[in-house]
Protein backbone atom coordinates (compact mmCIF):
# COMPACT_ATOMS: atom_id res chain seq x y z
CA UNK A 1 0.00 0.00 0.00
CA UNK A 2 1.78 3.24 -1.08
CA UNK A 3 0.25 6.10 1.34
CA UNK A 4 1.29 9.72 -0.40
CA UNK A 5 1.33 10.62 3.21
CA UNK A 6 4.72 8.97 3.56
CA UNK A 7 6.86 10.98 0.68
CA UNK A 8 9.54 12.90 2.81
CA UNK A 9 8.34 12.28 6.06
CA UNK A 10 11.27 12.01 8.50
CA UNK A 11 9.16 10.06 11.37
CA UNK A 12 8.45 7.70 8.63
CA UNK A 13 11.75 7.64 6.90
CA UNK A 14 13.83 7.56 10.35
CA UNK A 15 11.60 4.46 11.72
CA UNK A 16 12.47 2.59 8.14
CA UNK A 17 16.22 3.66 8.19
CA UNK A 18 17.00 2.54 11.78
CA UNK A 19 14.51 0.02 11.70
CA UNK A 20 13.14 1.41 14.97
CA UNK A 21 9.33 2.08 15.54
CA UNK A 22 6.03 0.11 15.06
CA UNK A 23 6.19 -3.03 12.58
CA UNK A 24 3.52 -2.10 10.28
CA UNK A 25 4.56 1.86 9.83
CA UNK A 26 7.72 0.62 8.33
CA UNK A 27 6.07 -1.77 6.07
CA UNK A 28 4.22 0.91 4.78
CA UNK A 29 6.82 3.29 4.27
CA UNK A 30 8.85 0.34 2.77
CA UNK A 31 5.37 -0.40 0.03
CA UNK A 32 5.58 3.59 -0.26
CA UNK A 33 9.63 3.38 -1.22
CA UNK A 34 8.50 1.16 -4.41
CA UNK A 35 6.61 3.74 -5.73
CA UNK A 36 8.71 6.44 -5.00
CA UNK A 37 12.24 7.24 -6.36
CA UNK A 38 12.73 10.27 -4.63
CA UNK A 39 12.10 8.85 -1.02
CA UNK A 40 14.40 5.83 -2.58
CA UNK A 41 17.11 7.53 -3.42
CA UNK A 42 16.88 9.46 0.24
CA UNK A 43 17.00 6.39 1.75
CA UNK A 44 20.17 5.60 -0.18
CA UNK A 45 21.90 8.49 0.51
CA UNK A 46 21.30 8.37 4.21
CA UNK A 47 22.68 5.02 4.41
CA UNK A 48 25.49 5.78 2.80
CA UNK A 49 25.96 8.75 5.19
CA UNK A 50 25.85 6.02 7.90
CA UNK A 51 28.26 3.75 6.53
CA UNK A 52 30.85 6.66 6.33
CA UNK A 53 30.04 7.79 10.11
CA UNK A 54 31.58 4.27 10.82
CA UNK A 55 35.21 5.51 10.18
CA UNK A 56 34.71 7.66 13.03
CA UNK A 57 35.94 6.36 16.04
CA UNK A 58 37.44 7.63 19.51
CA UNK A 59 40.98 7.36 20.14
CA UNK A 60 42.33 4.02 22.16
CA UNK A 61 42.84 5.27 25.97
CA UNK A 62 43.94 3.25 28.94
CA UNK A 63 40.95 3.35 31.37
CA UNK A 64 41.40 1.72 34.86
CA UNK A 65 38.92 4.20 37.03
CA UNK A 66 37.92 1.66 39.80
CA UNK A 67 36.51 2.64 43.01
CA UNK A 68 38.63 1.54 45.83
CA UNK A 69 37.27 0.50 49.60
CA UNK A 70 38.79 2.34 52.41
CA UNK A 71 41.67 0.39 53.99
CA UNK A 72 41.96 2.14 57.10
CA UNK A 73 38.30 2.05 58.10
CA UNK A 74 39.72 2.67 61.52
CA UNK A 75 40.83 6.04 60.79
CA UNK A 76 37.12 7.10 59.66
CA UNK A 77 36.90 8.62 62.90
CA UNK A 78 39.59 11.56 62.40
CA UNK A 79 38.63 11.44 58.76
CA UNK A 80 36.54 14.34 58.82
CA UNK A 81 39.72 16.62 60.52
CA UNK A 82 41.67 15.49 57.16
CA UNK A 83 38.85 17.85 55.23
CA UNK A 84 39.32 21.17 57.32
CA UNK A 85 41.17 23.47 55.87
CA UNK A 86 44.87 23.75 57.37
CA UNK A 87 43.99 27.14 58.47
CA UNK A 88 41.23 26.08 60.78
CA UNK A 89 43.02 22.99 61.78
CA UNK A 90 45.87 25.30 63.20
CA UNK A 91 43.27 27.41 64.98
CA UNK A 92 41.73 24.65 66.42
CA UNK A 93 45.17 23.55 67.86
CA UNK A 94 46.16 26.71 68.99
CA UNK A 95 43.32 27.27 70.44
CA UNK A 96 42.97 24.04 72.56
CA UNK A 97 46.96 24.51 73.50
CA UNK A 98 45.77 28.11 74.60
CA UNK A 99 43.25 27.21 77.16
CA UNK A 100 45.18 24.40 78.30
CA UNK A 101 47.86 26.94 79.06
CA UNK A 102 45.55 28.93 80.86
CA UNK A 103 43.57 26.17 82.54
CA UNK A 104 47.28 24.90 84.29
CA UNK A 105 48.66 28.31 84.78
CA UNK A 106 51.40 27.96 82.63
CA UNK A 107 54.37 29.94 83.38
CA UNK A 108 57.48 30.26 80.69
CA UNK A 109 60.62 31.57 81.78
CA UNK A 110 63.55 32.31 80.06
CA UNK A 111 66.69 33.94 82.08
CA UNK A 112 69.95 33.23 83.55
CA UNK A 113 69.06 30.00 84.38
CA UNK A 114 67.77 28.56 81.14
CA UNK A 115 64.25 27.91 80.45
CA UNK A 116 61.72 27.48 83.32
CA UNK A 117 58.10 26.04 82.49
CA UNK A 118 55.75 25.49 85.49
CA UNK A 119 52.92 25.04 85.77
CA UNK A 120 49.79 25.07 88.51
CA UNK A 121 48.37 28.00 91.01
CA UNK A 122 49.80 27.29 93.93
CA UNK A 123 53.04 28.73 92.88
CA UNK A 124 53.91 32.51 94.79
CA UNK A 125 52.16 34.96 93.15
CA UNK A 126 54.72 36.85 92.38
CA UNK A 127 56.03 34.02 89.65
CA UNK A 128 52.67 33.44 88.29
CA UNK A 129 52.41 34.22 84.43
CA UNK A 130 48.92 36.71 85.48
CA UNK A 131 50.39 38.20 88.20
CA UNK A 132 53.52 38.96 86.23
CA UNK A 133 51.64 40.56 83.42
CA UNK A 134 49.29 42.00 85.14
CA UNK A 135 50.74 43.41 88.33
CA UNK A 136 51.98 46.23 85.95
CA UNK A 137 50.28 47.63 83.97
CA UNK A 138 46.86 47.45 86.53
CA UNK A 139 48.47 47.84 89.97
CA UNK A 140 46.14 50.57 90.57
CA UNK A 141 43.07 48.04 90.44
CA UNK A 142 45.05 45.15 91.86
CA UNK A 143 46.88 46.98 94.87
CA UNK A 144 43.69 47.31 97.32
CA UNK A 145 42.62 43.75 97.54
CA UNK A 146 46.66 42.40 97.47
CA UNK A 147 47.16 44.86 100.38
CA UNK A 148 43.76 43.37 101.92
CA UNK A 149 44.89 39.76 101.87
CA UNK A 150 48.43 40.63 103.13
CA UNK A 151 47.00 42.96 106.14
CA UNK A 152 44.41 39.90 106.29
CA UNK A 153 47.13 37.23 106.51
CA UNK A 154 49.27 39.26 109.42
CA UNK A 155 45.90 39.93 111.45
CA UNK A 156 45.40 36.36 111.07
CA UNK A 157 48.58 35.34 112.36
CA UNK A 158 48.92 38.00 115.13
CA UNK A 159 45.54 37.46 116.33
CA UNK A 160 45.99 34.02 118.44
CA UNK A 161 49.47 35.69 119.96
CA UNK A 162 47.50 38.76 121.07
CA UNK A 163 43.83 38.65 121.35
CA UNK A 164 43.66 42.27 123.13
CA UNK A 165 45.92 43.73 121.37
CA UNK A 166 45.95 47.70 120.63
CA UNK A 167 44.46 49.12 117.97
CA UNK A 168 47.26 50.85 116.60
CA UNK A 169 49.05 47.18 115.57
CA UNK A 170 46.14 46.36 113.47
CA UNK A 171 46.97 46.75 110.06
CA UNK A 172 45.56 49.43 107.87
CA UNK A 173 42.98 47.61 106.43
CA UNK A 174 41.10 46.56 109.15
CA UNK A 175 41.31 49.97 110.88
CA UNK A 176 39.14 51.35 108.20
CA UNK A 177 36.61 49.07 109.91
CA UNK A 178 36.22 51.30 112.71
CA UNK A 179 39.78 49.76 114.82
CA UNK A 180 37.65 47.09 116.55
CA UNK A 181 38.51 43.17 116.03
CA UNK A 182 36.53 41.29 113.79
CA UNK A 183 34.32 38.21 114.88
CA UNK A 184 34.69 34.67 113.21
CA UNK A 185 32.14 35.20 110.74
CA UNK A 186 32.91 38.63 109.68
CA UNK A 187 36.52 36.67 109.10
CA UNK A 188 34.82 33.64 107.12
CA UNK A 189 32.93 36.50 104.51
CA UNK A 190 36.15 38.50 103.97
CA UNK A 191 37.80 35.62 102.86
CA UNK A 192 34.81 34.07 100.34
CA UNK A 193 34.79 37.46 99.25
CA UNK A 194 38.52 37.66 98.44
CA UNK A 195 38.19 34.21 97.02
CA UNK A 196 35.49 35.35 94.71
CA UNK A 197 37.47 37.86 93.64
CA UNK A 198 40.34 36.17 92.69
CA UNK A 199 38.10 33.66 90.84
CA UNK A 200 36.40 36.32 88.66
CA UNK A 201 39.95 37.92 87.84
CA UNK A 202 40.89 34.25 86.74
CA UNK A 203 37.47 34.45 84.75
CA UNK A 204 38.40 37.71 83.36
CA UNK A 205 41.61 36.96 82.37
CA UNK A 206 41.11 33.31 80.39
CA UNK A 207 38.17 34.97 78.72
CA UNK A 208 40.52 37.79 77.71
CA UNK A 209 43.17 35.66 76.49
CA UNK A 210 40.64 33.26 74.47
CA UNK A 211 39.25 36.42 72.68
CA UNK A 212 43.01 37.20 72.13
CA UNK A 213 43.77 33.74 70.41
CA UNK A 214 40.54 34.10 68.34
CA UNK A 215 40.95 37.17 67.14
CA UNK A 216 45.02 36.50 65.92
CA UNK A 217 43.75 33.59 64.57
CA UNK A 218 40.84 35.47 62.69
CA UNK A 219 43.57 37.83 61.21
CA UNK A 220 45.94 35.23 59.98
CA UNK A 221 43.36 33.38 58.34
CA UNK A 222 42.46 36.49 56.81
CA UNK A 223 46.01 37.50 55.69
CA UNK A 224 46.48 33.79 54.30
CA UNK A 225 43.54 34.16 52.53
CA UNK A 226 44.07 37.05 51.07
CA UNK A 227 47.50 35.59 49.73
CA UNK A 228 45.86 32.91 48.65
CA UNK A 229 43.48 34.82 46.12
CA UNK A 230 46.59 37.06 44.81
CA UNK A 231 47.91 33.77 44.16
CA UNK A 232 45.06 32.44 42.54
CA UNK A 233 44.69 35.76 40.55
CA UNK A 234 48.23 35.77 39.06
CA UNK A 235 47.95 31.72 38.31
CA UNK A 236 44.56 32.73 36.47
CA UNK A 237 46.26 35.19 34.47
CA UNK A 238 49.54 32.75 33.30
CA UNK A 239 46.51 30.27 32.55
CA UNK A 240 44.38 32.70 30.76
CA UNK A 241 47.82 34.05 28.58
CA UNK A 242 49.04 30.25 27.91
CA UNK A 243 45.60 28.73 26.88
CA UNK A 244 45.08 32.26 24.70
CA UNK A 245 48.41 31.43 23.12
CA UNK A 246 47.87 27.39 22.39
CA UNK A 247 44.24 28.76 20.85
CA UNK A 248 46.07 30.49 18.59
CA UNK A 249 48.83 28.13 17.23
CA UNK A 250 45.49 25.91 16.98
CA UNK A 251 43.61 28.28 14.97
CA UNK A 252 46.88 28.81 12.74
CA UNK A 253 47.53 25.24 12.63
CA UNK A 254 44.18 24.74 11.46
CA UNK A 255 44.49 27.40 8.80
CA UNK A 256 47.41 26.28 7.32
CA UNK A 257 46.38 22.76 7.31
CA UNK A 258 43.07 23.41 5.42
CA UNK A 259 44.83 24.87 2.31
CA UNK B 1 26.15 -0.03 17.44
CA UNK B 2 28.98 1.29 15.03
CA UNK B 3 32.21 2.88 14.74
CA UNK B 4 34.06 0.07 16.48
CA UNK B 5 32.42 0.41 19.74
CA UNK B 6 31.18 -3.06 21.01
CA UNK B 7 29.33 -2.34 23.39
CA UNK B 8 29.05 -4.37 26.89
CA UNK B 9 27.02 -7.84 26.14
CA UNK B 10 30.03 -8.38 23.38
CA UNK B 11 32.90 -7.23 25.62
CA UNK B 12 34.79 -9.77 27.52
CA UNK B 13 37.61 -8.76 28.99
CA UNK B 14 39.19 -5.38 29.63
CA UNK B 15 42.72 -4.92 30.68
CA UNK B 16 43.40 -8.30 31.63
CA UNK B 17 40.10 -8.02 33.82
CA UNK B 18 37.40 -10.76 33.11
CA UNK B 19 33.56 -9.40 32.79
CA UNK B 20 31.49 -11.20 34.29
CA UNK B 21 28.57 -11.03 32.08
CA UNK B 22 26.22 -13.64 33.23
CA UNK B 23 24.77 -11.37 36.19
CA UNK B 24 22.90 -8.64 34.95
CA UNK B 25 23.21 -4.52 35.20
CA UNK B 26 20.39 -5.02 37.75
CA UNK B 27 21.77 -7.06 39.74
CA UNK B 28 25.31 -5.72 40.22
CA UNK B 29 23.26 -2.10 40.94
CA UNK B 30 21.94 -4.01 43.62
CA UNK B 31 24.85 -5.21 45.07
CA UNK B 32 26.42 -2.46 44.84
CA UNK B 33 23.66 -0.37 46.89
CA UNK B 34 24.32 -3.07 49.54
CA UNK B 35 27.39 -2.50 49.82
CA UNK B 36 29.75 -4.46 47.64
CA UNK B 37 32.47 -2.51 45.67
CA UNK B 38 33.60 -5.07 43.73
CA UNK B 39 30.04 -5.06 41.76
CA UNK B 40 30.14 -1.51 40.96
CA UNK B 41 33.37 -1.58 39.43
CA UNK B 42 32.34 -4.41 37.60
CA UNK B 43 29.63 -1.88 36.20
CA UNK B 44 32.45 0.02 35.56
CA UNK B 45 34.42 -2.62 33.73
CA UNK B 46 31.07 -2.96 31.55
CA UNK B 47 30.05 0.49 30.62
CA UNK B 48 33.62 2.50 30.93
CA UNK B 49 34.14 2.09 27.05
CA UNK B 50 30.81 3.35 25.60
CA UNK B 51 30.70 6.02 28.17
CA UNK B 52 34.69 7.20 27.28
CA UNK B 53 32.95 7.16 23.48
CA UNK B 54 29.75 9.32 24.17
CA UNK B 55 32.01 11.60 26.27
CA UNK B 56 34.71 11.83 23.76
CA UNK B 57 32.21 12.00 20.19
CA UNK B 58 30.60 14.74 22.07
CA UNK B 59 33.79 16.80 23.29
CA UNK B 60 36.27 15.88 20.86
CA UNK B 61 38.75 15.82 23.57
CA UNK B 62 40.21 12.77 24.49
CA UNK B 63 41.91 14.11 28.35
CA UNK B 64 38.35 16.15 28.59
CA UNK B 65 36.61 12.55 27.86
CA UNK B 66 38.58 10.45 30.15
CA UNK B 67 38.06 13.18 33.18
CA UNK B 68 33.84 12.89 32.13
CA UNK B 69 34.12 9.14 32.67
CA UNK B 70 35.47 9.11 36.16
CA UNK B 71 33.54 12.04 37.07
CA UNK B 72 30.50 10.24 35.62
CA UNK B 73 31.30 6.78 37.41
CA UNK B 74 32.01 8.60 40.50
CA UNK B 75 28.94 10.60 40.88
CA UNK B 76 26.32 7.66 39.97
CA UNK B 77 28.78 5.71 42.56
CA UNK B 78 27.72 8.30 45.28
CA UNK B 79 24.09 8.51 44.04
CA UNK B 80 23.59 4.82 43.62
CA UNK B 81 21.25 4.58 46.72
CA UNK B 82 19.10 7.17 44.60
CA UNK B 83 18.57 5.01 42.13
CA UNK B 84 15.10 3.61 42.03
CA UNK B 85 15.83 1.39 38.59
CA UNK B 86 12.78 3.01 36.98
CA UNK B 87 15.25 3.68 34.41
CA UNK B 88 18.25 1.36 32.93
CA UNK B 89 21.82 1.64 34.51
CA UNK B 90 23.18 2.31 31.25
CA UNK B 91 20.33 5.08 30.43
CA UNK B 92 21.09 7.05 34.07
CA UNK B 93 24.70 6.78 32.90
CA UNK B 94 24.30 8.32 30.15
CA UNK B 95 21.93 10.68 31.73
CA UNK B 96 25.26 11.92 33.72
CA UNK B 97 27.28 11.66 31.07
CA UNK B 98 25.50 14.22 28.57
CA UNK B 99 25.01 16.12 31.68
CA UNK B 100 28.99 16.42 32.20
CA UNK B 101 29.54 16.84 28.74
CA UNK B 102 27.14 19.60 28.57
CA UNK B 103 28.86 21.40 31.70
CA UNK B 104 32.47 20.62 30.02
CA UNK B 105 31.29 22.30 27.02
CA UNK B 106 29.31 25.33 28.67
CA UNK B 107 32.65 25.83 30.89
CA UNK B 108 34.92 25.90 28.12
CA UNK B 109 32.46 28.10 25.81
CA UNK B 110 33.55 26.67 23.24
CA UNK B 111 32.24 24.33 20.36
CA UNK B 112 33.83 20.40 20.09
CA UNK B 113 37.33 20.46 19.83
CA UNK B 114 37.96 19.14 16.06
CA UNK B 115 41.32 17.39 16.38
CA UNK B 116 43.96 18.89 13.68
CA UNK B 117 43.48 17.65 10.38
CA UNK B 118 47.81 17.18 10.18
CA UNK B 119 49.16 14.83 8.46
CA UNK B 120 48.97 11.14 8.72
CA UNK B 121 51.38 9.30 11.18
CA UNK B 122 51.56 5.75 9.52
CA UNK B 123 53.07 4.79 12.98
CA UNK B 124 50.12 5.39 13.92
CA UNK B 125 48.25 3.57 11.74
CA UNK B 126 49.93 0.33 11.58
CA UNK B 127 48.83 -1.35 15.24
CA UNK B 128 46.22 -3.92 15.21
CA UNK B 129 43.58 -1.86 15.70
CA UNK B 130 43.04 -2.31 11.94
CA UNK B 131 41.94 -5.38 10.27
CA UNK B 132 44.89 -7.50 9.31
CA UNK B 133 43.63 -7.40 6.07
CA UNK B 134 43.33 -3.66 5.64
CA UNK B 135 46.21 -2.04 3.36
CA UNK B 136 48.14 0.75 4.71
CA UNK B 137 45.81 2.67 2.06
CA UNK B 138 43.04 1.72 3.33
CA UNK B 139 43.24 2.77 6.46
CA UNK B 140 44.76 6.10 5.76
CA UNK B 141 41.53 6.67 3.56
CA UNK B 142 39.43 5.50 6.52
CA UNK B 143 41.16 7.92 9.11
CA UNK B 144 40.50 10.84 6.97
CA UNK B 145 37.21 9.86 6.58
CA UNK B 146 36.73 9.20 10.17
CA UNK B 147 38.70 13.25 10.66
CA UNK B 148 35.85 14.33 7.93
CA UNK B 149 32.73 12.99 10.14
CA UNK B 150 34.19 14.60 13.38
CA UNK B 151 34.43 18.21 11.98
CA UNK B 152 31.13 17.81 10.05
CA UNK B 153 29.60 16.46 13.69
CA UNK B 154 31.48 19.14 15.40
CA UNK B 155 29.12 21.55 13.44
CA UNK B 156 25.77 20.02 14.26
CA UNK B 157 23.59 21.70 16.97
CA UNK B 158 24.27 19.82 19.63
CA UNK B 159 20.90 18.11 20.13
CA UNK B 160 21.21 17.05 16.76
CA UNK B 161 24.90 16.06 17.47
CA UNK B 162 23.65 13.93 20.87
CA UNK B 163 20.85 12.35 19.17
CA UNK B 164 22.55 10.64 16.06
CA UNK B 165 25.47 9.84 18.55
CA UNK B 166 23.33 7.85 20.74
CA UNK B 167 21.36 6.07 17.94
CA UNK B 168 23.94 5.58 15.67
CA UNK B 169 27.17 4.76 18.01
CA UNK B 170 25.16 3.34 20.89
CA UNK B 171 22.35 1.71 19.60
CA UNK B 172 19.66 3.46 22.11
CA UNK B 173 15.80 2.98 20.63
CA UNK B 174 14.29 6.43 19.75
CA UNK B 175 12.23 6.16 23.03
CA UNK B 176 15.22 5.88 25.01
CA UNK B 177 16.91 9.07 23.22
CA UNK B 178 13.91 10.96 23.78
CA UNK B 179 14.07 10.25 27.37
CA UNK B 180 17.13 11.38 27.73
CA UNK B 181 17.04 14.21 25.98
CA UNK B 182 13.64 15.53 27.58
CA UNK B 183 11.78 15.53 24.45
CA UNK B 184 9.19 14.02 21.83
CA UNK B 185 9.78 10.80 20.42
CA UNK B 186 8.90 12.94 16.79
CA UNK B 187 11.35 15.40 18.03
CA UNK B 188 14.03 12.79 18.53
CA UNK B 189 13.48 11.89 14.35
CA UNK B 190 13.22 15.16 13.05
CA UNK B 191 16.88 15.76 14.79
CA UNK B 192 18.13 13.07 13.53
CA UNK B 193 17.14 13.17 9.95
CA UNK B 194 17.98 17.00 10.12
CA UNK B 195 21.36 15.85 11.38
CA UNK B 196 21.90 13.43 9.00
CA UNK B 197 21.08 15.81 6.04
CA UNK B 198 23.74 18.54 7.34
CA UNK B 199 26.27 15.73 7.67
CA UNK B 200 25.43 14.46 4.25
CA UNK B 201 26.04 18.07 3.10
CA UNK B 202 28.96 18.43 4.70
CA UNK B 203 30.73 15.15 3.40
CA UNK B 204 29.44 16.02 0.08
CA UNK B 205 30.90 19.25 0.41
CA UNK B 206 34.43 18.08 0.85
CA UNK B 207 34.67 15.77 -1.59
CA UNK B 208 35.00 12.49 0.39
CA UNK B 209 30.88 11.52 0.62
CA UNK B 210 30.85 8.49 -2.35
CA UNK B 211 28.66 9.95 -4.97
CA UNK B 212 24.96 9.66 -4.81
CA UNK B 213 24.24 11.93 -7.71
CA UNK B 214 23.14 9.00 -10.19
CA UNK B 215 20.61 7.80 -6.84
CA UNK B 216 18.63 11.18 -6.73
CA UNK B 217 15.88 11.65 -9.05
CA UNK B 218 16.90 15.50 -10.69
Known sequence: MNDPRDCGNPDALMSYLYEDGPADER????????????????VASLRAVREEMAAWAPPETVLDFRI???????????????????????????????????????????GKDGLRVQTGWDRPAESRPGAAVAVAPAA??????????????????????QPSAAPETVPVSTASRGGRTMTDEE??????????????????EMALRLAEVVRDIDTQRRADMRRVADGL??????????????????????RVSQR | MRGGQAGPPERQET????????????????????GDTDSFNQLILRWERPIYALAYRQLGREEDARDVV????????????????????????????????????????????????????????APAESAPAESIDDVVARKDLGRHVARAMSRLPEEQRSAIILKEYHGLTFQEIAELQGCPLSTVKTRLYQ????????????????????????
Not at chain 2, 83 to 105: H, P, Q
Request: glycine letters at 8%; proline letters at 5%; aromatic letters at 6%.
Open chain 1, 187 to 204: WLARVRQLIEASETRTQR
Open chain 2, 70 to 125: QDAFLRAFRALPGFKGEAKFSSWLYRITLNLCRDVMRRARRAPFVPTPEGVDIADL
Open chain 1, 27 to 42: RAFEAHLLACARCAAE
Open chain 1, 233 to 254: GVLEGRTGAVTAQQREMMNYLL
Open chain 2, 15 to 34: HGERVDMTVTDEELVARSIA
Open chain 1, 68 to 110: VRDAAPANRRWGWMSAMPAWAQLAAASLVVGVAAGLSGLDIQY
Open chain 2, 195 to 218: GLTVLRRELEGRGTGPSRAESRTP
Open chain 1, 140 to 161: GSEAPWRADLAALKEEMRAEPR
